[in-house]
């Protein structure tokens, strides 16, 4: 009987083991079905996200003036798919049976891959109010350095999400990130340095930008030794093409802090002043009269009749020692006649005064000498 009752308790241990590894099974099995059952769910919960991005969203952004929410639905929705997909996959491995390195494992890549899409969205959705509204502002200006302004800002921006989704991807698989912030702080500062005129000559551009201090195709005079058209408004430096026709690179950082003299702005017309003189006893008069006359025949001079703010007059400024001094003072439309109607009213002035028979001066002295007894 002991024998009998020896190998019943062994055969009921052997089954209650069995038993165990069956319900293990059946278990194992259950999540297995589980999870493939999630992960076939998330894909049809994917496919309806990306059907009403495709269709409702993009159907109601239509009406919308703007296209700033047109580009979001049609450049995220492939992301949101993913997004759906990566979600799912992370839910499917809860119901899993795995040994915790592994579930560790696959836990870190199903939070870096739905980081990384989060991110890589938000970075979509910034950049493509960035470029629109950038656009916007530089249809705006007519200088060239707002579009490579923009064109740079997108980069950093690009640059700060990259920098984000490795901080927290880092973290996620146990990478301690705060030595890595602090040497981006330290090259930071040494990368400052480095381009520390560099980044005074940018914002310099963006100083010039704002300001509108002058754009291409103005003609400027900037400091005592700087005169010339514009020809190009760089992210560093500005060119500009002298009368001599040399090109002069400045820097924007210098140009910035400089006084600026803009004979485009605000608007192209100018005024040209032509001195001359007549010997005394000449009538004033009829001085100004003449002349007056004489330069409104000139093609190129705005008569204030026609352009009510610019005015043509001659003035009696000085009785100097030797003659009676005058200014001719006029407008013509457009700074690069100024030369050329100068040198044409010089010229009229000194044939109308020779015609009148009115006498040009010059520096005379008279000289009394004594004799001494």
Same mark, same amino acid.
């Given at each position: 009987m002991g024998i009998y009752a020896g190998n019943y308790t062994e055969m009921s241990q052997i089954f209650d083991e069995? #038993?165990?590894?069956?319900?293990?099974?059946?278990?194992?099995?259950?999540?297995?079905?589980?999870? +493939?059952l999630v992960i076939a769910s998330s894909f049809i919960v994917a496919k309806i996200v990306y059907f009403i991005f495709e269709k409702v969203m993009a159907h109601f952004a239509k009406k919308t003036k703007t $296209?700033?929410?047109?580009?979001?639905v049609e450049r995220t929705k492939k992301p949101f798919y993913l997004l759906v997909i990566f979600f799912g996959l992370r839910v499917a491995l809860f119901p899993l049976i795995l040994p915790l390195a592994i579930e560790k494992f696959f836990i870190s890549?199903?939070?870096?891959?739905?980081?990384?899409?989060?991110?890589?969205?938000?970075? $979509?959705?910034?950049n493509i109010i960035?470029?629109?509204?950038?656009?916007?502002?530089?249809?705006k200006t007519k200088s060239d350095i707002d579009d490579t302004l923009l064109s740079l800002f997108h980069r950093f921006t690009n640059i700060f999400f990259i920098i984000l989704a490795l901080i927290? =991807?880092? %973290?996620?698989?146990? &990478? %301690? =990130?705060?030595?890595?912030?602090? #040497?981006?702080? =330290?090259?930071?500062?040494?990368?400052g340095?480095?381009?520390? #005129?560099?980044?005074? /000559?940018?914002?310099?551009?963006?100083?010039?930008?704002?300001?509108? !201090? +002058?754009?291409?195709?103005?003609m400027i005079k900037?400091?005592?030794?700087?005169?010339? =058209?514009?020809?190009?408004?760089? &992210?560093? !430096?500005?060119?500009v093409l002298t009368p001599d026709n040399e090109l002069l690179i400045i820097p924007n950082g210098q140009l910035s802090n400089m006084v600026v003299q803009n004979f485009a702005q605000p608007g192209p017309k100018a005024r040209v002043v032509v001195d001359f003189s007549v010997e005394y006893g000449s009538d004033p008069k009829k001085v100004k009269e003449i002349i007056e006359k004489e330069l409104s025949k000139l093609k190129d001079i705005l008569i204030p009749s026609k352009n009510p703010d610019t005015y043509l007059d001659v003035v009696f400024v000085q009785m100097a020692e030797s003659s009676l001094n005058f200014q001719a003072r006029f407008f013509v439309d457009h700074y690069n006649k100024r030369l050329t109607?100068?040198?044409?009213?010089? /010229?009229?002035?000194?044939?109308?005064?020779? $015609? /009148?028979?009115?006498? &040009?001066? +010059?520096?005379?002295?008279?000289?009394?000498? $004594?004799k001494d007894e």
């Open positions: 069995l #038993s165990k590894v069956h319900i293990m099974d059946n278990v194992m099995l259950n999540s297995v079905i589980v999870f +493939f $296209k700033v929410d047109d580009l979001i890549i199903t939070y870096s891959l739905i980081v990384v899409t989060i991110i890589f969205i938000a970075a $979509k959705i910034v960035i470029e629109e509204w950038g656009h916007e502002f530089a249809k927290f =991807v880092l %973290s996620q698989w146990g &990478i %301690s =990130v705060g030595p890595f912030i602090a #040497s981006l702080g =330290v090259a930071g500062i040494v990368l340095f480095a381009l520390q #005129s560099t980044i005074a /000559n940018i914002f310099g551009g963006i100083q010039l930008i704002i300001d509108q !201090s +002058f754009r291409k195709g103005d900037a400091g005592t030794d700087i005169l010339g =058209v514009v020809q190009d408004i760089g &992210i560093r !430096s500005t060119r109607a100068k040198d044409e009213a010089t /010229n009229l002035i000194y044939e109308t005064l020779r $015609k /009148n028979k009115i006498g &040009i001066p +010059f520096p005379t002295r008279i000289i009394y000498m $004594k």
